[in-house]
């Protein structure tokens, strides 16, 4: 009886440990790909905070979240959506003002059942940036789902999703010219199109869920 009660222990920790060690946005994006095949390392966020997100997300939000929540929801609210959301394609958009690492904001994105957010085409874009100026009254820079750790050049959306559509501002992405820049702002320039920035940066982000 002893032994079971040490065996169901070590499987718990085994568990954990699995889970610590899953962790990560390529997993997500390999599942959920259509290109089979890709290949890319875990890691922790400390030693590679890019793109990277737990396998399972906690159930509740944080207590940053919970006060991003009271002051930084979208007025619009839609029923399909929930509070806070607003639907656009059969979608749900969600801005979230309070700054957070690209890392970070996926997490936040996931404890509510998103993602970051994908923009597959300019009137979805729009959309997002009307949702900023409403939020913001400015054309706010943010984070939205596109990182390329994987392969420089090579983007992808973090939830998977095919990465057809772009609005890159003109010598973006530029990957800071050696600097390592792997995940996607928007409303960047005074022409509010596309950069890649370092993800460690904080910057308010846009989450999308589908219906
Ligand atoms: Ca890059
Ligand atoms: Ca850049």
């Not at 923009?119 to 900023?132: A, G, K, P, S, T």
């Not at 090579?154 to 800071?176: I, Q, R, T, V």
Request: aromatic share 10%; proline share 4%; charged share 25%.
């Amino acid at each position: 009886m002893r032994w079971c009660v040490v065996g169901f222990i070590i499987s718990l920790f085994r568990d954990v440990v699995e889970l610590r060690e899953g962790s990560g946005c390529e997993e997500a994006l390999i599942s959920r790909s259509s290109s089979p095949g890709l290949q890319v390392q875990a890691g922790t966020e400390e030693e590679d905070p890019l793109c990277l997100v737990e396998k399972h997300p906690a159930a509740v939000p944080d207590a940053d979240l919970k006060k991003e929540k009271a002051t930084s929801d979208l007025v619009k609210r839609s029923d399909r959506c929930g509070h806070g959301w607003s639907q656009f394609n059969n979608r749900c958009f969600r801005y979230i003002s309070g700054a957070q690492t690209w890392p970070r904001a996926e997490r936040n994105c996931r404890s509510m059942g998103a993602t970051l957010a994908s923009v597959h085409d300019v009137h979805e874009y729009h959309e997002i940036q009307r949702l900023v100026l409403t939020a913001t009254h400015s054309y706010q820079q943010a984070w939205i789902g596109g990182c390329d750790i994987h392969e420089d050049g090579h983007w992808m959306w973090s939830d998977g999703s095919a990465f057809g559509y772009a609005d890159w501002c003109p010598g973006e992405p530029n990957n800071g010219r050696g600097r390592k820049q792997d995940c996607l702002q928007m409303n960047f320039s005074s022409a509010k199109c596309w950069d890649d920035l370092q993800c460690q940066y904080k910057l308010p982000y846009v989450c999308v869920k589908k219906i």
